[in-house]
């Protein structure tokens, strides 16, 4: 941990990073997702209306697939269907035939051009499956892999780190939710962007916040429920831009086991909305206070944060459900804003590049 105000004296200088603008163009471009896609989207899975799939198979890589955690939690929750992660080795490595006949099949890559990822799309199909891309290039490998695309209308993100993109992904499960089983309302998707909005207006905290954690050399990150896909987010954006060894985990299994791992100079970020969830965050960052561990809570109630080192309100007013999406963007932000305070290029990570190609 650092002395904030000297931490902020010695920040970089220069242009505003791109993947700073990219973030601020999140709800112009959840706009436009919702406002494209939705009808389309609402007459390929009519079918699923009327007979639900017995099962539900998403596929998807690093960033992708923390949106296809999101997923799941939300189609498992409101449309009551399985959801099973497609294990990607088993479509290319080791391919064997799918009992995935009349299941509804989900990939997602932003660029569309994961081949692990198209393949399993494409087996899938084969096998009977309705199949769904979600990507934002139409003339993508996966999008022609598909039954139907879902486009994220994102325009093209020149930051290496998945921001706005992500986002989209985010709200596009949303509405693949509402369009199974008809929750979240519509009136909530649509509130979508303005929830986003209010997250962006909560930078200048963040970046008030993020000097403390200059010289953090690892952090866990924790929630549950929903927003376990978001830590899991944030830890990849801290690892990515920030070269700081984290981990995105449940805060129930932190308590199994990873709780001893914590030292003095171990932060936790800490993600604690209002619903089911909040009261075990809030005794969990009792718990940590109480130990003497430091604690970066963020959340849409006030109380928890008076048991956090650092905190950053975020007045969304949503249920919990769709929370993830506004703490996503708090989560790049303070990724971004940490990166610069390091004397980084958020921009570039080494070593990666935008497209990631496996099999």
């Known amino acids: ?6 931490a902020r004296a010695r920040r970089p200088s220069g242009r505003r990073p791109v993947m700073l603008r990219e973030i601020h163009e999140e709800p112009e471009r959840v706009v436009t997702l919702i ?37 799941r939690y939300l189609f498992e929750h409101f449309a009551g269907i399985p959801v099973s992660g497609a294990a990607l080795s088993l479509f290319t ?14 990939g997602i890559s932003q660029s569309g051009e994961s081949p692990d990822v198209a393949a399993a799309l494409q087996a899938a199909r084969r096998a009977g499956a309705f199949t769904l891309a979600v990507t934002n290039s139409a003339r993508s490998s996966l999008a022609k892999a598909a039954d139907h695309t879902v486009l994220l209308h994102a325009r093209k993100e020149r930051a290496v780190a998945a921001t706005k993109t992500y986002v989209a992904e985010l709200a596009a499960m949303a509405m693949i939710s509402r ?21 962006i207006e909560c930078e200048t905290k963040i970046e008030e916040v993020a000097p403390y954690y200059r010289y953090a050399p690892r952090c866990l990150c924790l929630a549950r429920g929903f927003n376990y896909a978001t830590v899991r987010e944030i830890a990849l954006k801290l690892m990515e831009t920030c070269y700081l060894g984290s981990a995105g985990m449940s805060a129930a299994d932190f308590l199994h086991g990873p709780i001893a791992f914590v030292e003095e100079d171990t932060p936790v970020l800490s993600l604690a909305a209002m619903g089911p969830t909040y009261e075990f965050m809030l005794d969990l960052t009792k718990r940590l206070e109480g130990q003497g561990v430091d604690v970066l809570t963020f959340s849409n109630h006030k109380e928890v944060l008076k048991h956090s080192a650092l905190g950053v309100h975020c007045p969304v007013r949503a249920r919990e459900a769709l929370t993830p999406i506004p703490f996503a963007t708090l989560g790049q932000l303070f990724a971004c804003h940490l990166a610069l ?18 099999l």
């Open 1 to 6: 941990m650092s002395n904030a105000p000297e």
């Open 35 to 71: 406002d494209r896609e939705s009808a389309g989207l609402q007459k390929a899975l009519q079918r699923f209306r009327e007979i639900p799939p017995p099962l539900i198979l998403v596929a998807g890589r690093g960033t992708s697939d923390n949106a296809a955690t999101y997923g």
């Open 93 to 106: 490595l080791y391919p064997a035939p799918m009992h995935l006949k009349d299941a509804l099949a989900i």
């Open 179 to 199: 369009a199974l089983d008809g929750e979240p309302r519509q009136s909530e998707i649509e509130r979508l962007p303005g929830l986003i909005q209010a997250a």
């Open 341 to 358: 305070i390091r004397g980084l290029n958020p921009d570039a990570p080494r070593r990666l590049k935008k497209v990631t190609r496996t």
